[in-house]
């Protein structure tokens, strides 16, 4: 099973969302077929719950983040991540100085799903194909959006921040799963009631 880190500072506000939307998005894609998903800091809080204004956004947006523990990023997870998906530009710096040969593999959430939208659709490729291919366009220098590289940092901020993290992170998230596996399969409408 493929498996997808993300990063960012302490691990008790953006990845922990994006972790939780992420996973959702996999599984309405894939179902139990999906990646296995999860969360560190490069100055991860280890044993953090994630903080209390991540949770409520997120549920908000339906996703249940209320169990998470933060975890402080280890060689162990980016050794064994297929993808490294980076909050900002400066986690992706922190990973690959840390494991020069993630580079191939490593990104930020916004740049990997600009690499991603400027390649065919997903059909037939595994994860690891997708991020081989978004590595290689970005090694023949497409560089998307070099100003936006980054999901806001809402740590100390009001509620309203937090909302729009998440609603940032979730159509990002989704972005992002339709680019490595596929869109999700439509959902039928509910049709007239029979009596």
Do not use: Y
């Not at 990063?7 to 008790?12: A, E, I, S």
């Not at 992420?22 to 599984?27: D, G, M, S, T, W």
Request: charged content about 25%; overall charge negative; proline content about 7%.
């Amino acid at each position: 099973m493929a498996r997808v880190l993300v990063v960012c500072t302490g691990n008790v506000c953006r990845s922990p969302i994006a972790e939780g939307m992420l996973r959702a998005a996999f599984v309405e894609r894939l179902g139990d077929e999906a990646p296995d998903v999860v969360s560190a800091g490069t100055m991860g809080w280890e044993g953090s719950g994630a903080d209390p204004s991540s949770i409520a956004a997120a549920a908000e947006r339906g996703v249940d983040i209320s169990g998470h523990v933060a975890r402080a990023l280890s060689t162990v997870d980016v050794r064994s991540a297929d993808l490294v998906l980076a909050m900002s530009s400066e986690h992706a710096n922190a990973v690959v100085r840390g494991e020069p040969e993630a580079a191939p593999r490593t990104f930020t959430l916004k740049e990997l799903v600009r690499l991603l939208e400027a390649l065919p659709d997903p059909t037939g490729q595994d994860l690891r194909s997708r991020v081989g291919a978004a590595h290689a366009v970005r090694t023949e220098g497409f560089d998307g959006n070099p100003h936006d590289l980054d999901v806001a940092d809402p740590l100390g901020m009001p509620l309203q921040s937090f909302r729009a993290v998440a609603w940032e992170l979730e159509a990002w998230c989704g972005r992002l799963a339709d680019g490595l596996v596929g869109r999700a399969p439509a959902r039928a409408l509910p049709g007239p009631e029979v009596e």
